[in-house]
């Protein structure tokens, strides 16, 4: 009975020093029913934004979808405009809007500053799912992050890094021209460039290409244990330019001899220029180790082969720091 007494008590006690109930304020947007439709559609336009943001990295790792590049523009570019339709339909139709003849004034009391909270507020009223909301766009948003970075897979691997040091070169491996056919030593003229891959072997691999020329054995001034790896003048370098990774696509001729005594093979991007005489000796340019070199031999039909593997690592020098050298 005491238990009961004082909890009679302190209740009246409450009741008694309970605060009136002020008065409501009037509110400062005006007041809109609830809009489900709107929300459903913004909550179905960001769901398809995840969708296409997920689809762009499934679209780059799978190299067998058809018309690949396409089908990641498409993906991305569906995507900012399904997050971009459904920020229009909640600003139109989800977020409470008026005509006023002059702005709000600039927040400078706290009666002001607590009316401008107030708008702000009063302007969401029509949503009945806000978390929903948020919740959809935030995954719209991380699916378009993740597909922004994804490009970034194609810098490199991670931790290991022993394919950069991979090519497909090895002994007895054949060379052959962009269309698939054989390089026989004989058709390698003096004064010409020829592109190189090896056969049956992926071209996309950077120690894939390679640049051959002949030149006359009496040039040919190779650095020591390379006196085998040009049979009748037919030398073959690596075509990654060891400056930044570009292709090397040009053949100097010597037009000048004051100036270009020799012929060189040259990077038009930087204008890194090798010499094929000298084991790709660096001439001239930025570029900051020589051109690493193939061993050729010539098999018993008269077609070209390769002796073994680059004499170094093939690829840009800011990779090539710790050389460990080509493999296969």
């Not at 008065?23 to 336009?45: C, F, Y």
């Not at 056969?199 to 390679?210: C, I, N, S, T, V």
């Not at 040919?220 to 990774?245: E, F, M, N």
């Not at 098999?299 to 080509?326: C, T, Y």
Request: hydrophobic content about 40%; charged content about 20%.
């Amino acid at each position: 009975m005491r238990r009961w007494l004082i909890a009679l008590l302190v209740l009246l006690l409450g009741r008694l020093r309970r605060r009136p109930r002020l008065p409501r304020e009037e509110r400062i947007v005006e007041p809109a029913p609830p809009d489900r439709s709107a929300e459903n559609l913004a909550l179905a336009l960001f769901g398809c934004a995840a969708l296409c943001g997920v689809a762009f990295p499934v679209v780059y790792a799978v190299d067998a979808i058809p018309h690949q590049t396409q089908s990641l523009g498409l993906a991305l570019g569906l995507a900012l405009a399904f997050i971009a339709a459904a920020c229009i339909v909640i600003g139109r139709r989800l977020v409470v809007t008026e005509e006023l003849e002059e702005d709000y004034s600039l927040p400078g009391h706290p009666d002001e500053e607590d009316a401008v909270a107030r708008i702000v507020e009063e302007s969401g009223d029509r949503f009945t799912r806000k978390r929903l909301l948020l919740l959809a766009g935030t995954g719209a948003g991380t699916a378009l992050g993740v597909a922004l970075i994804t490009p970034g897979a194609s810098l490199g691997p991670l931790l290991d890094v022993s394919s950069l040091y991979r090519t497909p070169w090895r002994r007895g491996v054949r060379l052959v021209d962009e269309a698939g056919q054989r390089f026989r030593a004989d058709e390698i003229e003096e004064g010409t460039f020829y592109t190189a891959y090896p056969e049956h072997a992926d071209r996309e691999q950077m120690g894939a290409p390679l640049v051959v020329v002949r030149l006359k054995p009496e040039q040919l001034q190779l650095p020591g244990g390379r006196r085998g790896w040009a049979p009748d003048g037919i030398v073959a370098y690596s075509k990654i330019c060891t400056h930044a990774g570009c292709a090397i696509a040009l053949y100097r001729k010597p037009t000048f001899p004051p100036v270009e005594p020799r012929p060189a093979l040259i990077c038009p991007c930087h204008y890194s220029t090798f010499d094929p005489a000298r084991g790709g000796q660096v001439l001239f340019g930025p570029a900051g180790r020589d051109l690493p070199q193939l061993p050729l031999e010539i098999d018993p039909i008269g077609e070209l082969r390769a002796g073994g593997n680059f004499s170094g690592a093939v690829g840009p020098s800011w990779w090539g720091v710790r050389n460990h050298g080509a493999r296969s």
